[in-house]
Every structure is written in C-alpha cells, then in structure tokens.
DNA sequence: CGGCTAATGTACGAACTGGTTCGTTAGTAG
DNA sequence: CTACTAACGAACCAGTTCGTACATTAGCCG
C-alpha cells in the first residue's frame, strides 16, 4: 500500500490536458452547434484555461475538427468489430443493421454532432484530412453479404451496399437525430426502452424485408 | 394601359414588410442555425431595417419560432391535400411515402431548421401554442390505410401509424438531413436527381415490403 | 386638409466572444 | 543542482451582436 502517486497527480500533463479539452468541447459542441459553442465555457468546464485551448489546438475550429474526427473514429471501430461469418445473408444484414442501430441510439453526441456538420454543410469534414482519406469499412462488408444474398438468389440486385448502408442509417439515426420534435409533435419519445427494441426488430425485419423483394 | 399604382407600391406595408422578414430569416435561420443567424444579416436582406424586426416580432427567438411555425404549415397543408381514394392499400401507403419524399427533398430547408430545431432539443416548437395544439393528419391517414390493409389481411399488425409514419420519415429525411457528410464520405451525392428516382422507389418497395411481413 | 397613429429609419450602447500578450512555473536533461 | 523548455494562467483587446432610444413620416379618417 505504497502511497505512489497516481499517473495522473503530474500538475503538467499534455496529453491528459489534450484529452480533456477534447472530452468537453465534444460535449459543448454537440450541445450547442459550433456557433452557439462558446470557447470560454468550454475552458471553464475544464481543469485548465482557454489559453490552453489556443495553445493545443490553434483556435475554435480546429478543435472543432479534432472532435468530429474523434467521434468518427469511434463509429469506425465499431464497424471494423462487426463479425457476420457463419450467418446466412439474411441474419447477416439484421445483425449489422441492429448493430448499427444500438451505436447510434447509444451515441447521441455523435449524431448530434453529424447534424451540426449536415447545417454546416460538410465544410469542416472536407477540410480533416484524417476522414477524408479514411474508408468506410461498413460498406465492404455489406457489399460481402450482398453478393452472397444474390448468389444464393434471396436478395434482388438493383440496390448497391451504399444504397442498404444509406437505408439502415436512415432508420437507425432518426430517432436519435429527430428525438425531440417528433417526441413533441407525435407525443411519443422514440428513445423509450420499449418503442426503441420495437423499433430495432422493425429495423431489421424492413431491410430483410426489402432485399427480398424480387426487383 | 392605365398607370395604376401596383399594389406593392406602398411605402408602407406592414403585411408585405413582414412577410418579406420571414421570407429572409427562413433562409438565414435554415443557413446557419439559430445561433449562427445574425438578426442584421437579416435585417440587410430586407427592404427594411433591424428595428422592424423588433416592432414586429420582438426579438430573435420570437422571430425564430414564427419561421418554424410556417414552416411546418407548409407540411401540414401537403399532408392534408394527400388522396388515396380508390387505392388497395399497398398502392396507398406507396403513394403517400413517395410524396413525402418528395415533399422533403424539395423542402430542404424545412429540413434544416427541423435539424436544428432537434439540436435545440425543441425548445423553441415547444414554445410555439400554434405547433403544440396543431394535429399531425398524416397519422390518420396512415391509420385508415392500415386498418383497411389488416383487414385485407395484406398487411401486418404489430406497427401503428406512428411507426410507419417515422419510417417513411426516416427514408425521406436522411438523404436531405445528410446529404454534405453522407455525400463527403462515400462520394455519392444522394440527391443527384437519378438518384433520387432509385431512393424514391426505394422507399416505396420498403414500406410495401415491411408492412406484407407477417408479424 | 389637418391631425393622429401605425410604420419606419438612424444611431448608439452594453454585453459578449474569439483570440492574444505577457509573464510564470513544473518537470527534467545533463 | 542548475538551467532550459514545455506547459500553463491572468488579464486584456478588438470586433461583433442583440437590442433600444429617439426622431421622423406615410397614409388614413373625419
């Protein structure tokens, strides 16, 4: 029971201080939009000052930046984790799309963040160079699946991996992205426990439903 | 031939001076979000000035909720023109997701402020007494065609209106909502116009497909 | 046609906000 | 132990932004 300090009892720590700066300004970011994000609350929710912010990162948009590629990155290695051997392609496609679904629906800053990019028309995106070069690993293995689905000939063939990729964010994104003015209007939260596990079979069950469609 | 004064030719006009606010800050406000907006920016793309915007409307969040609020009448009237008399209720339920997408993808910005109404987690909708007590008549709609489909036994029961209505939402929104970081990412602009037909039957042969499943 | 009021324009100010300047100190290499 | 540098803090600054006070006038009503 020596009494070592713990790592993190270093009063000057970059990459702690880095990572904590980028923890809040995610949270600030998705909480308020880049303009309505404001650098000196961010600088206030953390241990150190703004000073720091500008001395890290350079100023408000790069930090900006590095969020987005931070958030990007976790749903990346999340697809890259996806496992689908020994599934048939139906199973295949409602595992990944329900898979999908639980990321979405348990990462609501990361939604949130897309959304504030989407308003801002991608201009911050196309300026990171760490995604704009970064493929899309999801599409692959959907791509997989599909020319086994068509193979066996379960699946029609006039819809490409974007195409079901695009119709599986769809649903999964939705009730996430729209989760307070269709609560507000429709009297129903889709986050609720129950609504979302109906929802996630119905995800499933309408992709399956559509590939098997004859085209 | 006569030189009739045409109608507009008031000075001042409070109806048109107004109407012409909310033509502009319906663009500013989809453009840039709330907190983006600049109430001079608006006020500059106005025959008038800043301070109508005040006497009018009284301030920038009152100015932003009657935007909203005409944006979404917009909506509403769409809905309430639909007609799908005389249809089996696959072609039905077809024909109303088709002109929702239609619809949204020609509205984008009813889209954005909705985005970015979500972002505010609709505080500002639930503000608005027009909104809150306004019906949504799509829902019933989306009732009748499901009940006649049941009936039919074509279609599944374990969905209600509401359900449907956000699936064909979904479908609808996504390519408009994300088209700058889902175009950025895979290339692909979704709302390229040979694109949209392929979407647009998309979602038509998903819906069908979904709702003949059995449960 | 006189006067009353809705409608409008100008100029300004207080608070905010992104970014910077200047100086200080913890940690470590030698 | 010393000296050097990466890491840091406080105060400040210039430009912006929402909102308002004050002055003015168009258009209508009797």
Redesign the interface.
Known sequence: MSDQPPKNSRLRDAVRTQAEILDVATREFAE?????ARVDEIAALTRTTKRMIYYYFGGKEQLYIKVLERAYTGIREAEQAVDVTGLDPAEAIRHLAQLTFDHHTEHADFI?L?????????EH??KSET??KAG?PV?DLISGILARGREQGVFRDD?DA??V???I???A???V??????????G?D?LDPARRA??RR?LG??VV??L??GS
Do not use: C, K, W
């Not at 308020?32 to 309505?36: I, K, L």
């Not at 897309?114 to 991608?122: D, F, L, P, T």
């Open positions: 308020r939009g880049y303009a309505g949130r897309v959304s504030i990019e989407n308003i801002h028309r991608a995106l196309a995604l704009a899309t599409i819809t974007v195409d990729h695009m119709m964010s769809s649903f994104v939705f009730p992205a729209n989760q307070h003015t269709f609560g507000t209007l429709f129903r889709p109906h929802y119905m069950d309408m439903a559509y098997r469609t």
